[in-house]
């Protein structure tokens, strides 16, 4: 099946910092989403981003879907930004395949 | 629309007892998916259902763990008997369509003792 990498594992900001996540994945996908589990393990929906480029208030991600990779970034972080944002990609049928997930730690 | 609904949001069992997850999808969503989220083995695809017909089933984990969707608004994951083993963060999650954008409830999280 297809592999997700994220990069790095840990994360840790001082607030105010700007920061980039990595997700490689092996195979071409339909579907690639970024998902931010707050420390209640709440799943919260970022982005649905297969291709292409969106931004959303301090978040932005890039997918660049011919060379496999995607990135997220957080820019100005806040304390609020603190959890794990993990990238889920789909491939053949509708199945999300999670990467490992990237810990972040914003410090005041 | 409220999102995905899960209930129990917590459950804690003794070992060898059946364990029952409920799932409400979002209304109109036609794919419906169980995710089991652990320590060591991260997220992990369980079983999903498209218009209340199971698709795939390949990580669901053995016997034990059986899931059904009766109906477009209502989906089970069934543990009989439970393990320690399968202790974890249940997901379930919907989709509109295929290739489009998944919404995750809040989860169930198990305990079994």
């Known amino acids: 099946g297809i592999q997700v990498e994220q990069s790095p594992p840990d994360l840790i900001l001082q607030e105010g910092a700007n920061s980039t996540l990595r997700c490689n994945f092996s195979d071409s996908v339909n579907n690639l989403q970024w998902f931010h589990q707050n420390p209640w393990g709440q799943l919260i929906n970022l982005f649905y981003i297969p291709s292409g480029t969106k931004q959303n208030g301090r978040l932005s991600a890039t997918t660049v879907a011919t060379e496999r990779y995607s990135l997220l970034y957080i820019s100005s972080s806040q304390t609020t930004d603190s959890g794990v944002y993990f990238c889920a990609v789909g491939a053949a049928g509708n199945k999300l395949t999670f990467g490992g997930g990237t810990r972040v730690l914003v410090k005041p | 629309d409220a999102g995905v609904i899960q209930s129990p949001r917590h459950e804690v069992t003794e070992m060898g007892q059946e364990v029952t997850l409920r799932c409400k999808p979002i209304?109109?969503?036609?794919?419906l998916f169980w995710y089991r989220q652990t320590m060591m083995r991260g997220l992990e695809l369980l079983i999903y259902f498209n218009n209340n017909v199971p698709i795939d089933d390949s990580g669901m984990p053995e016997d034990r763990f059986s899931a059904k969707m009766p109906n477009a608004s209502f989906s089970t994951l069934k543990i009989q008997p439970s393990e320690p083993r399968d202790s974890a963060v249940y997901f379930c999650?919907?989709?509109?369509?295929?290739?489009?954008?998944?919404?995750f409830g809040q989860g169930t999280r198990l305990t079994v003792v």
């Open positions: 209304s109109g969503h036609d794919y």
């Open positions: 999650a919907s989709s509109l369509e295929q290739e489009t954008e998944a919404f």
